[in-house]
């Protein structure tokens, strides 16, 4: 924590950051967010609520380690987008934000958007959208599979054989 300026139990960001400057691309239809860390006034970021509140309107959040380590993650709303470009002074050679490049989302297409839409309708109790009961998907970590009968069209001759047999024996 100390390589940040920062002691234990504290949460102020303005000491090793102070007039640097923190930029992140739009994330999750977000909003780019260009952050001056300083001393809280003049709309400079001192804390991490501060730093917190910049976050928001990008679909972004962040945390300070027990090492001092400052983790910037996407929000539930934007559990499924990869974190925008991430420039500025403080990200420059030498600097606490240097060499930091967003990881990419987890591709899984057969549940990821799924859960990012369970996420997203989390705190939405009186207008859920979807089937009554998905929400239990989240809390008991199930996986909702779908497909698409155009991932199989060389399966197709295979199918229409094997339909056309059916149709014969039923008739």
Known sequence: MTSLGLSAGTTTLATALGGLTLTIGA???????????????????????????????????????????????????????????IGGTAAGAGKPFNGLVAAPAV????????????????????AMQGPKNYMSLLVNRARMEGMVVFDYTDRFPVAVKELAGYLKSSL
């Open 107 to 126: 591709k899984d297409v057969s549940s990821q958007n799924i859960r990012a839409g369970l996420i997203s309708q989390y705190n939405n109790m009186t």
């Open 27 to 85: 994330t999750g239809g977000g909003v780019p967010t260009s952050i001056t860390f300083g001393n809280g006034t003049a709309g400079t970021v001192k804390s991490l609520s501060d730093l917190n509140a910049a976050l928001a309107a990008n679909n972004l959040q962040a945390s300070v380690s027990t090492a001092g380590v400052i983790n910037i993650v996407t929000t539930n709303d934007a559990a499924s987008a990869t974190i925008g470009t």
